[in-house]
């Protein structure tokens, strides 16, 4: 009861003041300020798309009706409709993340050149977590009141597409960048332990074995001699560009100016593009084919009708992974470093590496004040001589993040009757977007390896 009553004052000044929130549990790790903020943001975010991804489940409404007593009375006391016929299906969905981006874009005009944690600005955005979860839930709430609902959800699904289209691009700049810190990290630890020469010959192999094991698969799968012609020319076409950033990543001219510069990178860039290349065949309309006087489904991944819950498996993954890529890119898009990578230019400091198997992560070696709570988790307070990310830009990605989540819910322009379930179902707009991702994924990475020859003074150390 004694430790009970500390962790619930600390918790209720994280909720209604500027504290730092950390957990009750001694044994949790202690955690930096900066990063427990963003933690918070992304818990709100992730909290707002799963209420979308309920929204455009035709199965969790149906169980609603069976658990909820006196289901439809509740609907029409609530003015939602037959059933809430209102509060579920892509409208409500873009109502919703609506509010969740004017809650982020409002933040991010609000923090706009916080250089110190000691302000009123910053300390609201690093506290006031139970305010500002209000704020968030009014927001959303406030996008069912829009009036001229038409003309709203046209417009709306533009500003969609456009944002969600910019946060795709930053998306793949990260992943660009992540290839390179890996490569850096490790490389690091060469020249104090042979061993991270021996995890670098592995990690590559493993992914260059992925992307080759890839390439046969949709091969054997996706492809057929009297259909599926795109298939063949793009899985042809990725295949080769990335033999061709491989061999480009090892070449004389980039090791000269790039002594780091190896094959992890385009490993890892590989086997994102292979990624990108299978969900793009999952996502294409079905094409048929007469084999033997009967119209068969072709470059497909041969589901028996009995083994449902395979494709609800491959579903869930491809949704674990788009929502994972979603959270990495909010979370990691404003350090400094990664700031540097989508400017494409070289950290004005030099950074001393440390090689690291979680190497994501900061660095633990810096000295911070430290709290510590007697009750809980123990806060690092990294911030006291200055931010150590841009607050601004940090709400302005989850800004575009939120519309990348609306667009990808609502299946892009195919949103009409269109449900959760069917996520990885066919849509020419969703193969497209997919297949030029993985040209523009390759093409950046190839501007990393020539752009020190391209634009040699940018790049000086």
Not at 76 to 102: Q, R
Not at 169 to 194: C, D, P
Request: net charge neutral.
């Amino acid at each position: 009861m004694e430790m009970c009553i500390p962790c619930c004052l600390t918790q209720l000044a994280c909720c209604c003041g500027s504290a730092a929130c950390s957990c009750c549990c001694n044994c949790c790790p202690k955690i930096k300020q900066s990063t427990g903020t963003r933690i918070m943001y992304a818990l709100y975010f992730l909290l707002v798309t799963i209420v979308c991804v309920i929204m455009m489940s035709p199965t969790v409404e149906g169980h609603l009706k069976e658990l909820i007593p006196f289901y439809s009375a509740m609907c029409e006391k609530l003015n939602a409709g037959e059933n809430c016929k209102t509060l579920v299906g892509y409208s409500a969905v873009y109502k919703v993340c609506f509010g969740m981006s004017c809650f982020f874009f409002l933040f991010c005009l609000f923090t706009i050149k916080v250089n110190t944690s000691k302000g009123c600005r910053a300390a609201v955005h690093n506290g006031f977590w139970l305010l500002k979860f209000i704020v968030l839930v009014a927001c959303c709430a406030g996008g069912f009141f829009i009036p001229n609902e038409e003309t709203f959800l046209e417009v709306w699904r533009y500003v969609g597409a456009a944002c969600g289209s910019l946060f795709l691009l930053i998306q793949l700049m990260l992943l660009v960048e992540f290839a390179h810190r890996w490569n850096t990290n490790w490389s690091s630890g060469v020249k104090y332990n042979r061993l991270w020469y021996g995890a670098l010959a592995f990690v590559t192999l493993m992914l260059f074995t992925i992307a080759v094991g890839a390439i046969v698969f949709m091969g054997v799968y996706y492809t057929h001699s009297q259909a599926c012609l795109l298939n063949k020319i793009f899985l042809g076409i990725n295949g080769s560009l990335c033999l061709i950033v491989s061999l480009l990543a090892i070449s004389p001219c980039i090791q000269k100016l790039q002594p780091t510069s190896g094959l992890l990178q385009p490993g890892v860039i590989s086997v994102y593009v292979m990624y990108l290349t299978f969900s793009a065949f999952s996502s294409k309309p079905k094409e048929m084919v007469e084999i033997n006087g009967v119209n068969t489904t072709v470059c497909v991944f041969p589901f028996n009708s009995g083994l449902e819950s395979d494709k609800k498996i491959v579903t869930a993954l491809g949704s674990i992974i788009l929502f994972g890529c979603i959270l990495y890119s909010c979370l990691t898009s404003t350090t400094r470093r990664s700031s540097a990578a989508l400017r494409v230019c070289r950290n004005s400091e030099p950074e001393t590496e440390r090689a690291r198997c979680c190497f994501c992560f900061g660095d633990d070696t810096d000295e911070y004040d430290e709290e510590k709570t007697g009750s809980g988790q123990n806060v690092v307070y990294d911030e006291r001589e200055g931010t150590i990310y841009s607050y601004a830009y940090f709400h302005f990605v989850f800004f575009l993040g939120s519309l990348y989540v609306m667009m990808t819910i609502t299946n892009w322009f195919n949103y009409h009757n269109h449900e959760i379930e069917k996520l990885l179902d066919g849509s020419w707009s969703v193969y497209w977007l997919k297949m030029v991702s993985c040209w523009v994924c390759l093409v950046l990475y190839m501007w990393t390896l020539v752009a020190p020859m391209v634009c040699p003074k940018r790049f000086e150390a």
